[in-house]
């Protein structure tokens, strides 16, 4: 009677441990946001005066990948380098005096450089000018650590270096 017992409370225990436990579940998806590189030449950049009679230069980046999905509900981080890869920075941005700003569409992007504060052409002074492009699509900004318009959240999310 006493073994019938024991058994018994031991399972009683073990079922009752058993059922005390959840079991939490969290969804580790790994993304790689998918990154394009280009070269520009100074050859490259293409003269405009814009609507306010500002005069610049221009460069269309055709991105196929840049879809009317990802134009609307995801991320393209652009970053330029002028150092041979050396170091990046993260557009829009002032740097050297110029004004470099993004519009992107869906099928790609335009980079516009301006001279601060003038209407006078800025000067290219860079033989080459590279530019990588890190599109990150709206499921993965749905990661809770992910604010869209934080662009050091998104850099330090997924590991996007300057």
Known sequence: MKRI???FIAIFA???????????????DVYTPRSISYSVKKSDWVAFTNA????GYSLEFQIKEIDQYLAGNG?????MST???QSWQTLPATLDGKIYEIDQY????????????????PIIDKDVYY?????IDAKALANKNVDKNDI????????IQD
């Open 5 to 7: 017992l024991s058994g």
């Open 14 to 28: 073990i079922a009752m441990i058993m059922t005390a436990c959840t079991k939490t579940v969290e969804n580790n």
């Open 52 to 55: 306010a009679g500002k005069k």
């Open 75 to 79: 991320v393209v981080v652009v970053q």
């Open 83 to 85: 150092n041979n890869k």
């Open 106 to 121: 869906t099928g790609g992007i335009t980079v516009s450089m301006f001279s601060e504060g003038t209407t006078n052409v």
């Open 131 to 135: 530019f990588k492009f890190t599109m």
């Open 152 to 159: 050091t959240t998104i850099k330090a999310v997924f590991d």
